[in-house]
């Protein structure tokens, strides 16, 4: 039923071209669609084809041109502001489809040997050049894996702390006295893997900041736990954030680490962490090198496409010891021997691509250096941009300035934060489709995102976006 | 950072190349690698280059030929028969390459809403052509989503049958007395989703089997839910299984949903669903009509690359019921409208690639009568296989077939099973190279899985493989 290997040279030839062309020509394109919901649904035949098609390269092309540019928000356009980036780049989509041509699954060693030790090497090697130690490689008794998603290594990070504070978990589950602790700038990700995992949003306790910041308070922390500890409560989990989705906000990890007192300490630096690759930046992974398992993505800012976010923990047994359930089916001589990572037991799916080789792609196409470069680049321009914000009458920064993302409000005579006018702003921005930033509320006001960090973004990008910005004030 | 334009052709054309050619070639590799535990690691640079390699399509291609072909068990080889089928078509890879250029998060249907809606009419499109009725669509009130996997598929519908079970549940979390109800025959991933979920390893009941069956018993089901309830217990999820792991068997679906009261039925059909497409293997899926969740792999047997798991619920707002948190920066208009679909919500993970490009891709590709024809195919192969199975001296069936999967057992001069031979018998059989089988257990005894279903295996493939077999006898 597939295509030959001729029809397929044709075919992935055509999709190459077409994929090079869309990037070319990207900058070009509205950033935001404008599409009513339904309308795509409605204008696509409901049945499905009973016969092929009679070319389905051009078919694809055509439905691409057609169908999904018109109606897709272009993250990878230069103009996009938004959320945080999800670089996908063309190295790593090499490496992508060779894991699609190889077509291997990775739920075991011996299901995928080279997969599984190309991974470890990267985990290894990235744990280095972060700066994290060896603790938490394989060759110190750690070890690292590439999950999907920061959402689900907060949750497996959260079923290792469940099991190591009380192994029992494993048969009788939730007892309803375990404790989490994060900020009220944590990613909603806790609070679903909170819930995931059975605890309940009762679980959640959200410690205080440190006044006038939007970081952890460590002895407000120590407090809370204190007093959980007093009530019969049981803290389980301590998750620091390395660069908060809201403002980018880094929490204290090394105080954190220092009064968690055995509690697993899980550092959240989804968007932030990677920034550890430069000398310069690496003060915002101070102390993770104390956490028991810490989370940075490859797919937001290190070029790599979705999926592909690293989790390091520093005791390389835990969650296999957690998480290993072993069918009679699954069991096999390499891993009955210990030698060997089942990358299944470090995630909730049992099966898995070869997430490594777009990694590796990414990294042997463009050096260490080259990811610093780039970062350097992005922070570069946000610190730029964060110095006209404040120069400029009428707009106020929201928070201080972190790496690449800065947040801003439009002020009124009175020089404090005007809600309508900034959501005004954000509006006007985005209707005009060079660029695109979405918002948060920081103390309750209204904030607009910079999140710099799309692959082609530069000085005429960001220049563009504050003439947007100063022009919707106007 | 990135490859240009032109750079990106050059190096994906020589990926496109290559996988051309290794999928050509593949019948002349070895399914299976001889490597060592931590060979690979040993023979890879530990240290992350600083700087870009001269051409990294280049590098690439030579780490696939020296280090991840040898070094890997090649699921696509047509003598592969172990575990299920994980079809990598290159049709799939065309949408797949789609996909990664496009680069888009589709978190939420604001920001993917092509992707969004895409998906939404192929899931859709396939609960109809599986013939699972309009319940199981969007049109008919509920819904599906491409999930990453049946495990992550099993996991949310048992936390949405948390959640209507107890509405409390996303509150105070796990009670204690909820109990879902299974087979030993049922996957790991059960388990482990009831580990993940915290319920503990003792809320899961182990239905009997019907006698002289693997098949679960409803009748047993029945008399194990109205003793748990009796003794205060809270049945939340039954799993009936369609194709089972380890022999295939097929839980009665329709019996099953007649005695769950109003207790989450999911059906698991990850390998076997795909039949339904076949009118004349509509019968696996009798029944499922009435649960309240069914999942089936297109990474399986439907050519999809991996991952790619339909998941359908009847009720389309029971995941994001049971799984939605919103902060302040996902919130957006179209969904506060309630017009849209955030696939989110239907999921752990909070970002998504656009998974529906490589099915849109397989179903154009080779049309609804191509993966008929294929299942039809692989059913006859495996047929005949039993049928040869049978009338051997030597061997026996170790349960019926089931579609495109037989098992069997070498057997001793008195017709029982011989362990010990048909340990070897796999030993031998998997040495050579030319084939590749797994094992399971029934009954207590080793049994050969041989699962037909790798896209390029015909005839002579399974010919091969049992010459094998019975050399391995001889």
Known sequence: MDLSGAEFRRAGYALVDWVAAHREGMAELPVRPSVEPGSIRAALPAALP???????????????????????????HPGFFGYFPAQASLLSLLGDIASGGIGSQGMLWSTAPAGTEIEQVLVDGFATALGLGEAFTFAGGGGGSLQDSASSAALVALLAALHRSSPAWQETGIEGTERVYVTAETHSSLAKAVRVAGLGSRALRIVPFSPGTRVMDADALAEHMSADRAAGLRPVLV???????????????????????GVWVHVDAAWAGVASLCPEFRYVLDGAELADSVCTDAHKWLGTAFDASFLWVRDGRALPAALSITPEYLRNAATDSGAVVDYRDWQVPLGRRMRALKLWAVVHGTGLDGLREQIRAHVALTTSLATRIEAEPGFALAAPPSLALVCLHLTGPDGSPDDAATRAALEAVNADGDSFVTHTTVDGRYAIRVAVGALG????????????LRAARD
């Open 239 to 261: 998750c620091p954030t390395v660069g908060t989705t809201g403002v980018g906000a880094i929490d204290p990890v090394r105080a954190i680490c220092g009064v968690a007192q």
């Open 50 to 76: 009973d016969a092929p098609v009679a070319d389905v390269g051009a078919a694809l092309t055509s439905l691409l041109d057609d169908v999904v540019v018109p109606g897709s928000l272009l993250w990878q």
């Open 457 to 468: 973004t530069g000085p005429e990008h960001v220049d563009r976006l504050w003439q947007a």
